[in-house]
């Protein structure tokens, strides 16, 4: 990786300990073709969020500029192969359909998939859509499948303590934010 790019001051320092690399907290929607090596963005993903949604505005959300700028860089610099990931909620965006057209517009063979951590025996529920595209008609090939987990999976429930009241999340903060949490059950399967 040559760069990487994030709002959030406190994912900037962990990503700079864990990969020795500081991100920039530059936006998207200012990057020019120049300054463009290599991206690795958290940015994207918030506008299609379970709160991001709610508004409704898709490519109208000033947010949504940086992913148009990328659009826009993409089709100028023309690299051989791009992924991109976010949120399960952006395969059914305006947006979504606009980078897809815009591929299929440049010559871009692609594939998308919805995939989850736990698909890859990480003990973690994280739906996320992901577009693999090349201009290597031959490449996409090797794109079309991915592998899942052998791993059998284990009962949530393995790993939690007996119940204690003091860490549960109060129901005022439940009603407020709980269509955002990734709710799970004792007795869901993870591996």
Known sequence: MVAAFDQNLEANETFAHNFGLKPSDRTLDSLKADSLPALKSGGLVRL????????????????????LNLIQLMVKLQPETIMIENVLAFKSSQANQHLRDSLTRNGYYFVSYDLCSSDFAVPMKRPRHFIVATLNSALISRFKRFPRSTAEPIELNSFLQEDRAELLVPPDIMSRYGDGFDLVERQTNHY
């Open 48 to 67: 299609y969020t379970v709160y991001g949604a709610g508004h409704g505005k898709d490519l109208a959300d000033n947010r949504a500029k940086s992913l």
